[in-house]
């Protein structure tokens, strides 16, 4: 059931993404991978199945490696939970490339749609904030996410982190590969870094 | 001569720097930690170093995520941390088979050789298990004259053969962790 004023998911992706010229994408366990590959297959996906809490890690590393590239973490509140002490680590390391952003629906739906904790208690804007990233904001309309999908392109002003409000209602699966190997190869090969 | 030729205080400086030496020259860029004692003289050249970049964590399976990364984005890394992290780790390591990605962590262990504290030995004890159960390959080093050729192979056949693989530092080789009032 929709409720009024929540962002659609596979809009609020496919606008960040619209325009993402050399930016690599990484998409949390669950809808985020799903949501990622609905934008559009890019030798620049990469796409989780699994490895939860891992997503901003994962984009960290990335970042770290190609400080000149635009490097965003899509993942969900449940994703997010999991990993929130890499947050603290993001906020130590103060990446200017990266960006985070934590698609909100405040339930675990690939699971059955139990409740998260930010249906009730938790802000990860406030806990991104506290942990040292100092550009943390909630986004709540499309015109705001058009805007920020220019801004993250910056790679000198990061790390950003934004918290996305958007509906729960469970959307059709878009199903990226699979392959880890394949994924990891080809973005490497996309960087122009060859196989062993 | 006292028989134990292997007695941390004659020899404790040089094996981290035969560590740090190695990892210099496979072009190591990225060092994820959770800090250990042990591994205390290793953090601070990682720290000064230019080249590399020292990442301190909250929990020791960030580690293993960040060398995911770190090789997608065509750098390599090496996780250090104690025993007790490595129970930590057990299902991002799943990262290893399934990027085959080269992953090399060196454990600096707990849990054994004198330990005085209880609460270690458990995750001591099945450090080694832990690992190969998880299809990491362990090597051991317990004497500072070995560190070196054990961290090389180590490092060879992570980086070369992208096979993931475990270095554990005994505590006969750091020294039994003393407590005192």
């Given at each position: ?34 949501d990622?590959a ?26 770290l490696?190609q400080?000149?590239?635009?490097v965003?973490v ?17 906020g ?7 960006t ?6 405040e ?19 406030g806990v ?15 015109a ?21 409000k958007?509906?729960?209602a469970?959307?059709?699966r ?17 960087l122009?870094?060859?196989p062993? | ?6 007695a ?25 930690y ?6 205390s ?15 301190p ?7 293993v ?19 007790s ?11 290893t088979?399934i990027?085959r ?5 060196l ?15 458990p995750?001591?004890?099945s ?5 190969e ?5 362990v ?13 090389e ?14 270095v ?11 407590f005192?009032k």
């Amino acid at each position: 059931m929709s409720k009024a004023n929540l962002l659609d998911r596979r809009a609020v992706v496919g606008s960040l993404l619209a325009d993402r010229k050399n930016a690599i994408a990484v998409g949390g366990l669950g809808a985020s991978t799903y949501d990622i590959a609905a934008a559009g297959d890019h030798d620049r996906n990469f796409y989780l199945w699994g490895a939860m809490g891992g997503a901003v890690m994962i984009g960290l590393g990335i970042a770290l490696a190609q400080p000149e590239l635009p490097v965003v973490v899509i993942t969900g509140d449940g994703e997010m939970l999991m990993g929130m002490g890499s947050l603290a680590t993001v906020g130590l390391q103060k990446p200017g490339n990266l960006t985070i952003v934590v698609l909100d629906n405040e339930v675990y739906g690939e699971t059955g749609g139990q409740a998260s904790h930010t249906a009730a208690t938790v802000d990860l804007v406030g806990v991104a904030s506290s942990c040292g990233i100092a550009d943390a904001r909630p986004l709540s309309t499309m015109a705001e996410i058009e805007a920020f999908a220019q801004a993250m392109q910056d790679v000198r002003s990061g790390p950003r982190f934004v918290s996305v409000k958007i509906d729960s209602a469970n959307l059709e699966r878009v199903l990226s590969s699979r392959d880890g190997q394949y994924t990891v190869t080809r973005i490497r090969g996309a960087l122009g870094f060859g196989p062993i | 001569m006292h028989a134990r030729t292997d007695a941390p205080s004659e020899t404790a400086s040089s094996w981290p720097e035969d560590i740090f030496s190695i990892l210099q020259r496979f072009e190591v860029r990225q060092v994820p930690y959770v800090p250990d004692a042990g591994h205390s003289q290793l953090i601070e050249r990682v720290l000064g170093a230019s080249s590399m970049r020292a990442v301190p964590l909250t929990t020791e399976e960030e580690g293993v995520a960040l060398l995911a990364g770190a090789w997608a984005g065509g750098q390599r890394g090496v996780l250090l941390m104690q025993s007790s992290g490595v129970g930590n780790c057990v299902n991002m390591l799943s990262l290893t088979q399934i990027f085959r990605f080269p992953f090399l962590t060196l454990v600096t262990m707990r849990g054994e050789w004198g330990e005085f504290n209880p609460w270690q030995v458990p995750m001591g004890s099945s450090t080694q298990a832990v690992f190969e159960l998880s299809g990491i390959k362990v090597l051991r080093a317990s004497h500072p004259g070995e560190v070196r050729e054990v961290v090389e192979a180590a490092a060879g056949q992570a980086y070369n053969a992208c096979t993931p693989t475990a270095v554990l530092l005994s505590q006969r080789l750091i020294g039994a962790k003393v407590f005192t009032k």
